[in-house]
């Protein structure tokens, strides 16, 4: 298990970092410009969906959807926009627009809202089922589904899983996953278990 | 689908190197040449995960390349500097992409599949960066797949 003990600390101070810094970055006082952006290489597979404050250049990188389309990354932006509205915060277009909500954005909304508002702890999850990967945030018999994609790895979606733990835990979540990862907004208190059966 | 503790890292690590601030404005990224007596018997197999520290200050290094299916220390991948007035992402990736693989050859490997992942803070030039090798492929694998 030397492998797994050598990095695991060091995993676990680059989450702790991570949910730390997205905490100092997000302020319900700021508009933020969401976008998605190629990986510089243009491997048209390597999708970086990024906030921006307004008037400022520096950009904070929320998912970063791997092995998929771009259809697949707008979708997960679109979702983080649902999300991060539900929540609370102002969330524009490239163009500093605002966006355009359907019935459904809107119901989604409010499932999100009634969700997180109602629950302060989350499992979060990521259920294959049918070639669509489900990630569902739940808490005992409540639960909301973030997203449901297709068309992208195993890995790619459990990338985004794990992004979202970190933002459900920047968010002041206390967050639970299948791997035993558990954390809040003060960071990890719990990591991944050294479990020999699963090597 | 059967889940590994060798999948959560490699996604936990691929899930926080890209994430945060990047789209740094200054442009120091300093490369020199990896330095081959500092890892003299690494060897690299399929599904490595490398990834970087912080570089910051004028230490510029990439630190810790771990192979997941040995026990080493960690490898230090020193890079070259970057000419030009200012930063450039796609410069900056096509250097550490061709040190890695200069690397890999250096350590017996014919063929590789690398990607980079990476985080550029705009504070102080500082740089986070990560590489996937993906794939490898020594002379000795593909003699024993020919057979």
């Known amino acids: 298990m030397k492998y797994f003990e050598q990095i695991k600390n060091r995993i676990r101070e680059q989450i702790d970092k991570c949910i730390s810094d997205l905490s100092d970055f997000l302020s319900e006082k700021e508009t933020y410009i969401i976008s998605c952006n190629g990986d510089p290489l243009k491997t048209d597979k390597v999708w970086f969906i990024e906030l921006r404050e307004k008037n400022m250049t520096s950009k904070f990188v929320i998912s970063c959807v791997i092995d998929s389309g771009e259809e697949v990354a707008r979708y997960i932006l679109h979702r983080y926009v649902l999300l991060l509205q539900s929540f609370g915060y102002s969330i524009v277009d490239e163009v500093g627009e605002e966006f355009d909500f359907s019935e459904k954005d809107i119901d989604t909304m409010i499932e999100f809202s009634e969700f997180f508002k109602n629950n302060s702890s989350v499992t979060i999850e990521n259920d294959y089922d049918n070639d669509c990967f489900n990630i569902i945030c739940s808490n005992k018999n409540d639960g909301t589904v973030f997203a449901s994609v297709k068309d992208i790895s195993a890995r790619g979606s459990w990338v985004i899983t794990k992004q979202l733990v970190i933002m459900m835990a920047g968010l002041g979540k206390f967050v639970k996953t299948s791997d035993n990862t558990i954390g809040n907004k003060y960071g990890i208190v719990e990591f991944i278990p050294n479990n020999e059966k699963n090597q | ?147």
């Open chain 2, 1 to 147: 689908m059967k889940r590994t503790n060798k999948d959560n890292f490699i996604e936990w690590i691929s899930a926080t190197c890209s994430f945060g601030l990047s789209e740094g404005k200054n442009s120091l990224v300093e490369v020199q040449e990896h330095l081959k007596s500092d890892m003299p018997d690494i060897k690299i197999r399929r599904g490595i995960l490398a990834y970087s520290s912080t570089i910051c200050d004028n230490e510029h290094f990439i630190k810790k390349a771990i192979d997941c299916n040995s026990e080493i220390p960690g490898v230090f991948i020193k890079i070259d500097s970057i000419e030009g007035s200012y930063y450039c992402e796609l410069i900056a990736d096509n250097n550490i992409k061709f040190m890695f693989l200069k690397f890999i050859e250096e350590t017996g490997f014919i063929s590789s599949k690398i990607h980079i992942y990476k985080k550029v803070f705009e504070s102080n030039g500082k740089v986070t960066m990560s590489v996937v090798i993906e794939e490898s492929m020594t002379s000795e694998d593909l003699e024993t797949k020919n057979e």
